[in-house]
């Protein structure tokens, strides 16, 4: 009994340990078959554009938007009425300070000056003739008293008219362009008609507002860059000029006057401009362009390349480096990591990094919307984002 027993417990602890080797062996094989199956059916890398991060010189300005005024422009009147006898100028032309642009007709003025001019001259030998009188004693004193009173009346009477007749020839009162004239000859004109714009383009005042948090980095003399969408790549200079002494007390915001160059009197006033006004030494910034930038509410971050397959891969021996390098997600494609950075000033295209990064790290500049950390990727650089200090529009 003892023997058959025995035996019986023999075959029992062999069944289970034969059951025990069967259910490990399967739990190995399957794991292997996951992990292949795994190991095939993982992630693609994903296609990024990079660009590597390093110094440039920036030189510190300060933007706005203003208006272009010109220094000298006026709406040409007349002080009299008359009826127009000649127009001078063309529309749109040149005009030099002093030159006839308007003649009314001043025939009936003139012909009185001719009058008073005989008047004046008659009153001044009736003058001279009773100061001969006067001193042979023949007339009276009051005598002499009216006929110098007379003579002076009708010189004053003769330099009025005469003034009369030049301002009924209508001059620029200063160089500069003519604007469009719908005055033409024969038509009255009232005193205080509008006959044509004039205004000095060369140069032109540009206005605009800076908040008062800018005050102390704004002088008298600094450069003044401006670009207009009417001339797409052109930039004018100039230097500011004026600045006022009072803060607007409704914004908080004071108005800069800058007098820039118009030699091709390109630039007219009315229109709007960006203005740049360098303020300060050039200073040196790690730049990278803004689209590298991650803004999120918590802060801003960029995905910095980390060359980390390559490192598992080598050293283990190729025997174990296939078998345990693919448990571990080896791979010889790149990898990304999410830095949190630090800001600074922007221009065009392209962002400062004040901290978070050092140069030479290579950073993603598209793609990061589906990348997180340990993501791999694959390199395309041949289509780059812009990253333009002074970026223009383009038109195709």
Do not use: C
Not at 33 to 54: R, W
């Amino acid at each position: 009994m003892k023997n058959v027993m025995g035996r019986r417990l023999a075959v029992v602890l062999v069944s289970m340990a034969l059951l025990i080797g069967l259910v490990v062996a399967w739990n190995l094989i399957k794991a292997h078959f996951m992990q292949k199956f795994m190991a095939m059916n993982a992630l693609a890398p994903q296609t990024v554009s990079t660009a590597v991060a390093e110094y440039s010189s920036w030189q510190p300005q300060v933007k706005s938007v203003g208006s272009l005024r010109a220094v000298h422009g006026v709406e040409v009147t007349t002080q009299v009425g008359g009826l127009v006898r000649e127009v001078r100028f063309q529309s749109g032309a040149d005009a030099r300070a002093g030159e006839p642009l308007v003649q009314l007709n001043a025939d009936p003025e003139i012909a009185t000056l001719k009058s008073l001019t005989a008047q004046a001259h008659y009153a001044r030998l009736t003058y001279d003739r009773d100061v001969l009188q006067y001193k042979a004693q023949a007339i009276g004193k009051a005598v002499l008293d009216a006929a110098t009173a007379n003579w002076h009346s009708l010189e004053a009477q003769k330099a009025s008219e005469a003034a009369l007749i030049a301002e009924m020839t209508i001059r620029a009162p200063f160089n500069g362009r003519l604007g469009i004239t719908t005055v033409n000859p024969g038509q009255y004109l009232k005193a205080g008609d509008s006959i044509v714009t004039l205004q000095s383009l060369d140069p032109i005042y540009v206005d605009f507002r800076l908040p008062q948090g800018d005050l102390s980095r704004i002088k008298v003399g600094q450069t003044v860059r401006v670009t207009a969408d009417a001339f797409p790549g052109s930039v004018f200079s100039g230097r500011v000029t004026s600045i006022d002494p009072a803060v607007d007390t409704s914004t908080r915001n004071f108005e800069v006057e800058a007098t820039i160059g118009n030699p091709q009197r390109q630039l007219k006033p009315g229109m709007f401009v960006d203005t740049a006004v360098e303020s300060g030494a050039p200073q040196r910034y790690l730049t990278l362009p803004e689209t590298a930038i991650s803004y999120n509410p918590y802060g801003d971050t960029v995905f910095v390349v980390r060359d980390q397959g390559q490192g598992q891969g080598q050293g283990k021996g190729k025997g174990k480096g296939k078998g345990k390098g693919k448990g571990k997600g080896a791979t010889s494609d790149p990898t990304v990591q999410q830095v949190f950075v630090e800001l600074g000033p922007t221009r065009g295209d392209q962002v400062a990094v004040l901290k978070g990064l050092s140069a030479g790290e290579q950073i993603v500049t598209s793609g990061q919307l589906k990348l997180k950390n340990g993501t791999r990727i694959a390199i395309n650089n041949s289509v780059q984002p812009t990253s333009n200090p002074n970026p223009a529009p383009q038109e195709e």
